[in-house]
């Protein structure tokens, strides 16, 4: 029978506390042992919530009973809490982004090996269902050929101030919300894009970007465009995908939206629009015969899942689904992306 499996987290702060909660909500699978915040108000607040507080990370790594160890703390921190975690013989879950540049994640790989320890990453909205919606239209052929995707987040809030809004910390939209939307990005297409031209924006910070507009070419010819912004007042679309037959739209994280598809030719001439500086066929709406409007697909998609797999892992029973690849491939494309932005270029893959 497989075991139940304990999981620590380390720093208590907005996701320490999100882990805390979905750890709890799977008894029999998994069970939070306890939290670690380097600040004391913070463990404090802890046990008022009812959770064990550790009093030192040290205490942490020492307590036997724990096989994992889940790392919800500055980006800039990653890297030497997982080898930390590794070299006492538990398994590593570190937040996104994994960490700051290749080179470090090679050396959190390289613990990994070195100690026999588990290391992975939460990539947790690869359980997004508008992200599952979009991966299911776009490979469904119900559009024809897929030529372009469009994924997108839009705020209007700037940064959170604080240390998301400084360089050494790893703050910065790309590492933020970015890596999200490229991980999303290389689950639906399974494999490498061919180029990438991004710019970088600086509305509200200078130190680290506040959003980026990536546009990745993969060797089909598909035109993959992701974006983060956050001094959008009026959101565009989370999703967009543009097939030769059809075109699907995913307004929102509650998968609002439709698809509509082309169903017959058309017979008569486009009937032109009339503008200002004259009229025009090329613009103008399809006949209503000719096409076809359909609601969005609904996909049941279950966060626990994540912890599952953990459980399953640590029980043998599974492989890790965040694999030591994946997060070489999004690495390179954040790093891609920087260098893009400097230089004003395409950058080849
Ligand atoms: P936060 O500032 O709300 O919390 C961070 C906490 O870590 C603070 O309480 C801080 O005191 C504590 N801390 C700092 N250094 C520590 C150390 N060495 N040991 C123990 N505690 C320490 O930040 P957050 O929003 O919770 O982000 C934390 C991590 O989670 C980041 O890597 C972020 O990118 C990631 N995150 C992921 C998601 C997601 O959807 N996967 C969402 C939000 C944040």
Not at 132 to 150: D, H, Y
Request: aromatic share 8%; hydrophobic share 40%; charged share 25%.
């Amino acid at each position: 029978m497989s075991k139940v499996v304990r999981v620590a987290v380390v720093g208590y702060g907005g996701m320490g506390g999100w882990h805390t909660k979905r750890l709890q909500e799977i008894p029999g699978v998994v069970e939070l042992a306890g939290v670690y915040d380097i600040k004391p108000e913070r463990n404090k607040a802890a046990e008022e919530n009812g959770i064990h507080a550790y009093s030192s990370f040290e205490e942490l790594l020492a307590d036997k009973t724990v096989d994992v160890v889940t790392v919800a703390i500055p980006n800039d921190q990653h890297k030497k809490v997982c080898i930390q975690v590794m070299e006492a013989g538990k398994v590593a879950i570190s937040e996104k982004p994994v960490t700051l540049c290749t080179a470090d994640l090679e050396e959190m790989i390289a613990a990994s090996k070195r100690t026999g320890s588990v290391f992975t990453v939460h990539q947790n909205r690869r359980w997004d269902e508008d992200f599952r919606v979009a991966e299911k239209i776009a490979k469904s052929g119900q559009l024809g050929r897929v030529f372009a995707i469009q994924s997108r987040v839009h705020g209007s809030r700037g940064i959170p101030g604080d240390w998301r809004n400084t360089k050494a910390q790893g703050g910065g939209m790309v590492l933020d919300w970015g890596v999200h939307l490229l991980d999303q990005m290389n689950m639906m297409m399974g494999k490498m894009p061919v180029s990438v031209y991004a710019t970088l924006s600086n509305v509200t910070n200078e130190e680290v970007d506040d959003g980026f507009t990536a546009t990745f070419k993969f060797d089909n010819d598909l035109v993959f465009t992701v974006e983060v912004g956050t001094s959008n007042f009026i959101n565009l679309p989370r999703w967009y995908v543009e097939g030769l037959n059809g075109t699907a739209v995913i307004d929102d994280f509650q998968v609002n939206g439709k698809i509509v598809i082309a169903t017959a030719d058309e017979e008569h001439d486009a009937v032109p629009i009339v503008t200002a500086a004259g009229l025009t066929k090329t613009m103008a709406p399809r006949t209503p015969e000719t096409i076809s409007e359909l609601p969005l697909p609904r996909i049941d998609c279950d966060i626990h899942d994540y912890y599952r797999n953990i459980a399953a892992v640590v029980n043998g029973e599974a492989e890790q689904i965040v694999t030591h690849d994946q997060q070489r491939q999004l690495m390179k494309l954040m790093e891609a992306i920087f260098e893009s932005a400097e230089k004003n270029q395409v950058v080849y893959f």
